[in-house]
């Protein structure tokens, strides 16, 4: 358990398989054996050593929350739920609330998704999952004072949680309140600067400040972190704004490799084509993006425009 909590898991492995071997009854050694193949992504060995935790201790929570993370984890969302749901009914727990949300929330029924969150946050209310993602769920729903206040929760509670703070700058740079933003953005990132949404996000406040070369670094270490279609595609307009359609070309053309489905970047890519003068791939990009995004006027009033 100590090299579990650590991190540490070979060392977890090996500690745990020596105490089902001594002690083949033992569902504790049965449990952290699986959830360490579980962190592992040795899935073939951790559901075996799960449902056998949960057949030696069927009233055990945290054997169901396991069980279920693993199904999760698998893709098989109703045994997970199904799972968790158990656990609840055995003992009410921030755990099984918090991944019950998390499975509402992927699936997009975003009221589900708070009510047990809510019900965790009743039970955890410094838990700074629960804090950040429900102020995500804020977000998404247009209650932007409701989601900051989330985030400023979070951050009362850690001051050092580098997602509270990202997740406020970007509240904020939604609602325009670009200075705040920024000096959010910022903290996050002194904090972790691995972010790659953050910079994306700083990177944008810095573009429409007009202050390209920022905002352009800001992007490049976006996709050195990871490369996102986000990154590239903001790229690609810094490589407009200085005037250089190569350079702007190949940037989107590197979002779209990572995401078919990025329509901004299809209509962006269009645009540039048909100012050289290529119609026909240029009105190609537009129709690729109104694929992702088929009621946007723009790309409907350029095909309408070059209809024969």
């Not at 247009?142 to 206040?149: D, I, N, S, V």
């Not at 050289?276 to 240029?282: I, L, N």
Request: aromatic share 10%; net charge negative; proline share 4%.
């Amino acid at each position: 358990m100590a090299y579990l909590k650590k991190h540490h898991y070979a060392e977890a492995i090996e500690y745990n398989r020596k105490a089902v071997e001594l002690d083949p009854g033992n569902s504790d050694a049965h449990l952290y054996l699986g959830v360490a193949y579980t962190q592992t992504h040795a899935l073939e060995l951790a559901g075996p050593e799960l449902r056998i935790a949960v057949s030696l201790s069927p009233l055990n929570s945290d054997a169901r929350n396991a069980l279920g993370e693993f199904y999760q984890v698998e893709g098989r969302t109703g045994e997970a739920e199904q799972e968790y749901r158990r656990s609840l009914e055995l003992d009410p727990n921030m755990i099984g609330y918090g991944r019950l949300g998390t499975i509402y929330w992927q699936a997009g029924d975003l009221q589900t998704a708070e009510q047990e969150w809510r019900a965790g946050l009743r039970l955890a209310p410094d838990d700074l999952f629960l804090l950040n993602n429900l102020g995500l769920l804020c977000d998404r729903q247009g209650r932007f004072p409701e989601a900051a206040a989330f985030f400023y929760q979070a951050i009362q509670k850690s001051p050092n949680d580098p997602r509270a703070h990202a997740n406020l700058g970007m509240v904020y740079a939604k609602r325009g309140e670009s200075a705040v933003a920024e000096a959010e953005l910022r903290t996050a990132l002194s904090l972790s600067p691995e972010q790659f949404e953050a910079r994306n996000w700083l990177g944008m406040i810095c573009f429409n400040a007009g202050r390209i070369d920022e905002a352009a670094e800001q992007f490049r270490l976006s996709i050195k972190t990871r490369p996102n279609d986000r990154g590239y595609s903001s790229l690609g307009e810094t490589y407009l704004r200085r005037g250089d359609p190569g350079q702007a070309e190949s940037a989107f053309r590197s979002a779209l490799s990572l995401n078919p489905g990025n329509s901004q970047a299809h209509f962006r890519l269009g645009a540039l084509y048909l100012a050289q003068g290529r119609v026909a791939e240029g009105l190609k990009e537009y129709q690729a993006g109104l694929k992702s995004d088929p009621g946007n006027r723009e790309a409907l009033a350029v095909l309408a425009a070059h209809a024969h």
